[in-house]
């Protein structure tokens, strides 16, 4: 129930998370559901520094093992879903982003939505709420189950990460309503195209970052390839120059 899943995110789920978050800032990364650590392991691999990252993790075995991998973060034992709380007198500077993880679809609607709303009242107007998930939908309801929204937002959601198991998508919330060209005619059609050109955008960055990464791997091979054809030539020569030597002395 509040794990959430039966195994960590793989490293492409956590690299999609990471994407998303500026690793040049200076503000604070908070972090919700950290465990065991694979979505912070991207975003210090991205570039953030540890030193900027809050992990907030429920459980306590999960903490000790993040204050090991991770020991210049700020590791909180709390509850994310009363975030303002739990960071309360913990932090010394604003929070430029928040990533989690929190298994969303476990609670309601309701409190799904005030956590985001405490999420963007810790944060600058520009900060973002980046979540993933295994389900179909938002996990932030736009239309909540049982009661009206307490929180108005705006979101974007990447392609599905198929090389995740099970396969998942993340979704970068902002504060602020998506109203104003609703009263306008064809603004449906206006909303889809700008919601495609956002996806359009995602899958762009992503593939940019995958054909980054695979030309990284080549390099790296070809490198190793290198180096193991010059060590090779080196032992040939080692060996070619110690049977001389050894017939040098024998003919002596
Ligand atoms: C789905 S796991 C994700 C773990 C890791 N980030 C990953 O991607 O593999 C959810 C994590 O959220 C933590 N969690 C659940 N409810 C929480 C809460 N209310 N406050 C803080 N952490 C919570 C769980 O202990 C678990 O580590």
Redesign the pocket.
């Known amino acids: 129930?509040?794990?959430?899943?039966v195994?960590?995110?793989g490293r492409f789920?956590?690299a999609a998370?990471a994407r998303h978050i500026d690793p040049l800032g200076d503000g604070l990364v908070v972090?919700?559901?950290?465990?065991?650590?694979?979505?912070?392991q991207a975003l210090i691999r991205r570039g953030v520094a540890p030193e900027r990252l809050v992990l907030?993790?429920?459980?306590a075995a999960?903490c000790k093992l993040l204050e090991r991998r991770f020991p210049r973060a700020t590791v909180i034992?709390?509850?994310?879903?009363?975030l303002r709380e739990?960071l309360a007198g913990k932090i010394d500077r604003p929070v430029a982003a928040i990533v989690?993880?929190?298994?969303l679809l476990?609670m309601p609607d309701s409190q799904r939505l005030e956590l985001l709303a405490d999420a963007f009242a810790l944060m600058p107007p520009d900060g973002r709420f980046v979540q993933?998930t295994y389900g179909l939908a938002s996990p932030m309801p736009k239309k909540p189950k049982g009661g009206r929204p307490v929180v108005a937002f705006t979101s974007e959601v990447s392609a599905h990460v198929w090389l995740n198991l099970p396969p998942a998508r993340v979704w970068i919330y902002r504060a602020g309503a998506e109203t104003t060209l609703k009263k306008s005619p064809g603004a449906d059609v206006i909303l889809k195209l700008k919601a495609r050109a956002d996806r359009m955008k995602l899958d762009l960055r992503e593939t940019r970052d995958k054909v980054g990464n695979e030309i990284r791997l080549r390099k790296d091979r070809v490198k190793l390839g290198l180096e193991k054809s010059a060590m090779e030539k080196i032992v040939l020569l080692e060996d070619h120059a110690s049977k001389a030597r050894a017939k040098k002395l024998r003919d002596r």
């Open positions: 129930m509040t794990t959430g899943a195994s960590p995110s789920l956590a998370m972090e919700l559901g950290p465990g065991t650590g694979p979505v912070t907030v993790e429920y459980d999960f034992q709390g509850d994310a879903f009363r739990t989690s993880s929190l298994p476990n993933f």
